[in-house]
């Protein structure tokens, strides 16, 4: 692994999901909390509107904006547009140096308690990762592949990754949920200086992984209108096994309905709540136990 020479951590790309937003705060006004001697660590709102107003966008989700075709275009017809591309001129300024990890900070309703989402397989954070997991078991991993300029912020480098933190309300702080994520990042920026001086060692060879295999929809009618609910023996049951035959959704009138694939998953993101629009009632993954060379 080459030099880590700038990271940047970014809270409240959501306007709602507090807990970023609160951390950069922070960090922004205690820098020497996450300075280091080898590198530069850069604390970034994402957007500001957003978290002015209290909501998780202003008119498109700026998560999903970080595209080729956004930054390629002449004209941004949308705030978040603009603000992706403010973004990317920040954190990959024109003939100066881009930033090597990207720290995309969120909350989510669901049950996922702490952690790290993944959009590449890249040994490095496949290492970051089994030692994190390794230090502090409460810490999955879950993998969503997807290419770069898919989007998502964490697909500006290579090494960009997400930590997803809940369950928790939108638009509310969790002080021990807030906790732990400021002590995962502090793990993980030590872990980068201990890189850098080359004093790493892996602590545990063995990851425990999440892959995800898509997303399901809630039922619904011929107008688009959900006709079900997640079934109450599935709520707040993130990476436990879904077996073939298993409840997975209630409909209103209090009959369920089963999950029909053909074998073993493990739900997790189940009924987050910003997801509604977005037509995902959860993600599904394989869990998969993969050694680390």
């Known amino acids: 692994m080459n030099q880590i020479n700038r990271v940047a951590i970014v809270g409240g790309s959501h306007g709602n999901e507090l807990t970023g937003v609160y951390l950069v705060k922070k960090f922004q006004k205690y820098p020497n909390l996450i300075n280091k001697h080898s590198f530069e660590t850069l604390a970034l709102l994402g957007n500001p509107q957003a978290i002015a107003a209290r909501r998780r966008y202003i008119d498109k989700d700026l998560n999903r904006c970080f595209t080729i075709d956004n930054f390629q275009a002449p004209t941004s017809f949308t705030y978040e547009e603009l603000r992706a591309k403010e973004i990317q001129q920040i954190l990959q300024p024109q003939n100066q140096e881009p930033v090597d990890v990207i720290i995309d900070l969120h909350t989510t309703t669901a049950n996922m308690g702490l952690c790290i ?19 502090n078991p409460l810490v999955k991993v879950y993998s969503h592949q997807q290419p770069r300029g898919n989007g998502f912020l964490r697909s500006l480098c290579q090494l960009g990754f997400a930590i997803e933190v809940g369950a928790v309300a939108q638009g509310i702080l969790d002080a021990e949920l807030f906790q732990q994520t400021e002590q995962l990042i502090y793990t993980i920026l030590q ?20 892959k995800s295999l898509g997303s399901v929809d809630y039922p619904r009618n011929e107008n688009g209108e959900i006709v079900a609910m997640i079934h109450p023996k599935l709520q707040f049951q ?6 073939p035959g298993d409840p997975i959704f209630l409909t209103f009138t209090g009959k369920d309905i089963c999950y029909e694939g053909e074998s073993t998953v493990y739900p997790v993101f189940v009924n987050e709540a910003a997801y509604y629009e977005k037509g995902i009632a959860m993600h599904l993954s394989k869990k998969e136990s993969i050694h680390i060379p």
């Open 117 to 135: 989402i993944l959009g590449n397989m890249h040994p490095f954070l496949l290492q970051l990762a089994a030692n994190l997991s390794s230090i």
């Open 191 to 210: 872990y980068f200086e201990e890189c850098n001086q080359g004093q790493t060692h892996l602590n545990h060879n063995k990851l425990t992984l999440y």
């Open 238 to 243: 993130d990476y436990e096994p879904l077996h």
